[in-house]
């Protein structure tokens, strides 16, 4: 019985640990690049596009799919660095307990 106590006790522990990651994470922003800085995007911790700037240079009558393309670019890596933050923080969390590899936590 102590047992189960124990694991019942774990569980809203971790509830409350990942409900304050959830929103520490909401809170997060990245910022992506391409084009050597000529466009950036910035993403909040759920993937969700805040920001655009593009480089004036840019503006010339044939190239905008070159612009389409490092929008597209510069959001990817903007995302890649808010989903390398949440792994780490998710990892660190749940430190110690039996998770498989690759499980992803709903978030």
Not at 32 to 52: E, H, R, Y
């Amino acid at each position: 019985m102590r047992d189960i106590m124990g694991m019942m006790k774990q569980a809203k522990e971790m509830q409350a640990k990942m409900a304050a990651m959830q929103e520490e994470i909401s809170a997060l922003e990245a910022e992506g690049q391409a084009g050597g800085g000529l466009v950036t995007v910035k993403l909040s911790g759920k993937g969700a596009l805040t920001a655009l700037t593009i480089d004036p240079s840019l503006f010339k009558e044939d190239d905008i799919e070159v612009i389409e393309d490092l929008i597209i670019a510069a959001h990817n890596e903007a995302k890649m660095k808010v989903e390398a933050i949440m792994a780490e923080k998710t990892q660190a969390l749940t430190a110690g307990l039996p998770i498989p590899p690759g499980f992803k936590l709903p978030f």
